[in-house]
């Protein structure tokens, strides 16, 4: 299976390790993975114009780094968000790669998985609550939602588990 995951974090801290958790253990388990650095790339906020509606036949009128993503959304099998909280949501950065999906309708993926990470305990509802709309929204099928908290993040124990989860598909 071809896995594509969007990194949210503009860290090389926990939702990375997170991600690079995730890879590791889909990658034993044989899948091809591609991380996408999401943060690092520059992707503006949907316009709302209508051209990949209209003259653009699923073209988004906009240049820049989404070009990447919908690539990886045309092509994956499943698509990993990994971000952290930030005030209660994911990174305004991993949300426009979100959106801009619109251009093309919805990922051709079937399988979807959620890594998120926070310094507090529980902030988790409002990103877990947009991710799910989402994937009843396009038909994709949920594999799996992991969160790390405080001390969690970068643990032994919470990146073996991602390890595992990653190899269950
Ligand atoms: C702008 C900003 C907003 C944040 N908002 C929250 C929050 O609402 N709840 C929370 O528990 N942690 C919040 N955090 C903490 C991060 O979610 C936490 O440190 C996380 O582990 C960072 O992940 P990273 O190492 O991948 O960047 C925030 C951090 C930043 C920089």
């Known amino acids: 299976m071809k896995i594509a995951v969007l990194n949210g974090s503009p860290r ?36 709302a114009c209508e051209y990949c509606h209209t003259k653009g036949e699923g073209r988004c009128v906009q240049r820049d780094d989404m070009d990447t993503v ?15 909280i930030y005030y209660f949501g994911l990174t305004a950065q991993i ?10 309708g ?14 507090s305990p529980n902030p988790f509802t ?17 594999a799996g939602i992991i969160t790390a908290s405080g001390e969690e993040n970068k643990s032994e124990a919470k990146l073996a588990e991602i390890k595992e989860f990653a190899k269950n598909f």
């Open 95 to 104: 949300a426009a790669a979100i959106q801009r999906v619109y251009c093309i």
């Open 12 to 47: 090389k801290e926990n939702t990375y390790a997170m991600a690079e958790a995730f890879k590791e253990g889909a990658e034993a388990a044989g899948h091809e993975v591609e991380i996408l650095n999401v943060v690092k790339m520059k992707i503006a906020g949907c316009l």
């Open 126 to 142: 409002g990103a877990i609550s947009t991710y799910k709309d989402i994937l009843a929204f396009t038909g994709i099928e949920d």
């Open 106 to 119: 919805k990922p051709a993926a079937k399988k979807a998985a959620l890594l998120l990470s926070a310094g």
């Open 70 to 84: 919908i690539e990886a959304y045309k092509t994956s099998d499943m698509i990993v968000f990994a971000s952290p």
